[in-house]
């Protein structure tokens, strides 16, 4: 990253630069909330083996409707 930053400045680009920091943040979110997500879908199979289909829904229903409102599908459509 800081071998792309130098020369994006050498070029006069610096506006292409990456912010180390920035970016290890970024990814350390993005990281977080896919561990957390598979967790939930572990947490849901394991519930639904054990036989209880309402609490693994539950588990997994928020990340389900965040997925809906991400690829903006109407939840009437079938």
Known sequence: MEAC??????HGESQLA????????AVKAEA????????ALARS???DDFGEP????????PYFLA????????ENTT
């Open 5 to 10: 930053g130098r020369i994006a400045a050498e």
């Open 45 to 47: 199979k394991m519930l």
């Open 54 to 61: 309402d609490a693994a829904d539950a588990v997994i229903k």
């Open 18 to 25: 990456m912010d180390r920091v920035a970016f290890s943040e």
């Open 32 to 39: 977080s909330a896919k561990a957390e997500f598979v967790v």
């Open 67 to 74: 997925g809906l409102e991400t690829s903006k599908v109407e």
